[in-house]
Every structure is written in C-alpha cells, then in structure tokens.
C-alpha cells in the first residue's frame, strides 16, 4: 500500500523548485518535467520555445505522515513570486507560469483555500495569478535536469537564482528541514 501522495507544482525554473523540496523533510521523491501542454513527449527545447502550452514542473512525492499538503503548498508560495504571469524574474514565457497541478479534491481544496487567506492577508502586494487545475501528463525532463543544482551549484544560474531561493526556504522553514 502506498501511503505517500504526489503534487505538481510549476514556479519558474524547475531547478529551483526542485532544489528546494530535495532538502524538505517527508519529500520522497522530486522529477523535474513538464505539464499542461498539448505536444506529447516534449523536449526542454520545444517547451523553452513557449508554443507546446507546458510549464517547467516539478512533481512532489511526499508522505503526509511526515509533512502535509498545505506545507508544501506554504513553501511554494513563498519561494516564487505567485503575481507574475507568465514569468519569474527574467524567465519570461509560459513555461514559468504559476501553477497547482493538483491530483485530489483535498489538493484542490488546500489550494484554493491557501490562496484565499494569503490575498485576504494582502501578503503579496499585486492579484495572485497562480492557476489551480487537475493533473495531467507528466512527462519527466530530461536526464540532465535531475539534480541539478546539486551537481552545478558554481554554475551562475544557479548561484544567482537557485541559491537565494534554497536560502531563503532554509531559513524560513527551518523546522521543515530534512
């Protein structure tokens, strides 16, 4: 019996998120891919081209034992900016939208509702633009995008981008820390 439950989440450049929810406690297991397009099979070329209709995502296994869904979804929400269409910093295009890819009604749910209470709190000083929709085909990236920040941590992407991002989930969310 497998107890443990998958979410899809796209903010920006899938090597940020995933290198975030590598050193989360209760995460099982991290793919970086591609969702909610219309080619299937795409390549990280195709999809950088913005015409497949894909985002940059990364699927999340965790086991909601250790961690819940609503603690994923707060570290999502505060590791990309979830007011900007279509972009996160300088990645501009669809493909670094915002967006829940949710596999349950209670994701949904969780979703919906952290939303709500994060523009009730005007958290955020513009509308969020996060989309929330049910899962679809996940194709998984290409081999070279599995950990790789871990792998390239010196490589100025990474160092300018993923770093702050892995920083700033450490210090905010020590307790969650593996």
């Not at 090597?15 to 397009?37: I, N």
Request: glycine share 6%.
């Amino acid at each position: 019996m497998n107890l443990s439950e998958t979410i899809t989440l796209a903010g920006g450049c899938f090597w940020c998120l995933e290198a975030v929810y590598e050193q989360m406690r209760g995460v099982v297991r991290v793919q970086s891919g591609y969702m909610g397009g219309s080619v299937p099979r795409p390549a990280y070329q195709q999809v950088c081209g913005g015409r497949t209709g894909h985002a940059e995502v990364v699927e999340v296994e965790f086991d909601p034992a250790v961690v819940t869904v609503r603690d994923v979804l707060e570290v999502f929400f505060a590791i990309h900016d979830p007011t900007t269409r279509d972009r996160q910093g300088s990645d501009i295009g669809p493909q670094y939208r915002s967006a829940i890819f949710y596999h349950s009604e209670e994701q949904r749910t969780a979703a919906e509702q952290i939303i709500r209470e994060l523009e009730s709190e005007h958290v955020f000083a513009a509308p969020i633009v996060t989309e929330v929709q049910p899962a679809g085909d996940f194709w998984p990236a290409e081999d070279y995008h599995n950990e790789y920040f871990r792998r390239n941590p010196d490589q100025p992407y990474c160092s300018y981008v993923v770093a702050p991002k892995v920083s700033k989930f450490r210090k905010k969310f020590a307790s969650l820390l593996r």
